[in-house]
């Protein structure tokens, strides 16, 4: 599978020739390629597809380029917008890079370096991706966003308090592995802690009661009798 296969490049072009030979090349490259003749049908295709990237031409049959920008922008939509034009003026280029646009390709254009613009503009989409997958812990239903430090349960949000993410963290990370009450105190709530072993067992509690689907029976916030706690993913 190419690693371009999710990313989607809409091609806003009213140069029939010019539109085709991006289609093939980009599929060519393994990008999903959405096109448009003007600008209401590439409006229509951004909103409604949400392409990754848009290759935007300026001069269009039915309005400027930089309008159909400037309302992408305006409506807060975020994906890039890589100006190609054959109107090479500083001035266009300018009001284009002021509006949002991520880059600016005056034509004729080589399309090896075209292919490398995209890939330039997309690579960051690509780490942050990559990162948020790394970052990310699935618990049957819960999903656990370590870089945002937020869970979800069921697609829905779960509000956890600072020591209760903490300790579903500690036990998260450490799958499998049984920690006595005395440890997962000494691991969370730090060596100067004056409590007892009891607010262990109410945090793992109120955990059960937020985070499994059936509390009284819980799938992966385990009990182990006589030693303490683990957690099977």
Do not use: C
Request: no cysteine; charged share 30%; proline share 4%.
């Amino acid at each position: 599978m190419s690693p371009n296969d999710r990313e989607t490049i809409l091609i806003v072009e009213d140069d029939a020739p010019i539109r085709e030979g991006l289609e093939l090349n980009l599929r060519l490259e393994g990008y999903r390629v959405l096109s448009a003749a003007d600008a209401a049908g590439g409006l229509e295709q951004a909103r409604g597809r949400r392409p990754d990237l848009i290759l935007l031409d300026l001069m269009l049959p039915d309005g400027s380029g930089l309008d159909l920008l400037r309302t992408l922008r305006r409506e807060e939509r975020e994906m890039h917008v890589l100006i190609l034009t054959a109107r090479g003026l500083e001035s266009d280029k300018i009001r284009g890079l002021k509006l949002g646009a991520d880059d600016y390709v005056t034509k004729p254009f080589s399309i090896s370096e075209l292919l490398a613009r995209i890939d330039s503009a997309l690579r960051r989409d690509r780490q942050q991706r990559d990162r948020r997958e790394r970052e990310r812990i699935i618990l049957g239903a819960v999903s656990i966003d370590r870089g945002a430090r937020v869970v979800h349960r069921d697609g829905e949000p779960v509000k956890l308090t600072h020591r209760e993410y903490e300790l579903l963290l500690h036990l998260v990370t450490h799958p499998g592995r049984v920690f006595s009450r005395e440890q997962l105190l000494t691991a969370v709530w730090g060596e100067d802690y004056q409590g007892t072993t009891r607010s262990v067992d109410n945090f793992i509690s109120s955990l059960r009661t937020k985070l499994e689907s059936d509390p009284s029976s819980p799938a992966h916030l385990l009990t182990v009798h006589g030693v303490g706690y683990k957690l099977l993913r």
